[in-house]
């Protein structure tokens, strides 16, 4: 075998090699997250450490370290999945409604649901690190499933269709999002509160909500019967 043949053939064990060693980090990495995650959903934020979590994977902690610095470097890295997934559920609550309101009736709904759904992950994500949702909200401005991207989509295209008071984006945006999470905040400290009634307050909230955003001659024309075609 000529001196060349080999050199391709060596290049091609070390790209091969590499290639596995990358495959085999990124898998440790997912194993790592999903770990996390379980000990979160289990023992909340106080209760999760890099320890347990090297333990319930079969490492030490020194592993962990080697891919995450902290145990909040770990929980943003997570909660980053949270936040993506919320801001897919409000994208496909959007798509699903060609109304302007009724997108928005069903953006707050879906909220609503992912809040009450994850009731841990939500807590840390709203309502106890701030840093960690300023953080998210800084590095993901131009992300099409941000939520409040989302959401505030929505809004602009009401506003266009002239379906709502005149206003702007930025107001009507943290409006509906204050009155929402309001509400899941409520149910999570209050979880003696029977599924029914957090539905009946749902329902409650959002129509009032957006009855009271909604242009008042909007309002009047879809109040008004139809008759005929």
Known sequence: MSTIAVKHRAADAGNVSHERRAREKEALREAIL???GEVFLERGYDGLSMRQV???IGYTATT???YFRNKDDLLFELLNGGYAELGRRLAAAAEAKRDPLQRLAAIGRAYIAFGLEHPSLYQVMFMRRADFLAARFKESQND????FNVLARAVADALQAGVL???DVMSYAMAMWAVVHGLVSLALITPEVEAGLIERMT?????A???GFQAAGDATAR???RHGG
């Open 165 to 167: 008071k005149p206003g």
């Open 223 to 225: 109040k008004r019967p």
């Open 144 to 147: 099409q499933v941000n939520p």
């Open 34 to 36: 999903r770990a996390a």
């Open 203 to 207: 329902q409650l909230t959002v129509s």
């Open 54 to 56: 090297a333990e319930r």
């Open 209 to 211: 909500t957006l009855s």
């Open 64 to 66: 962990i370290y080697l």
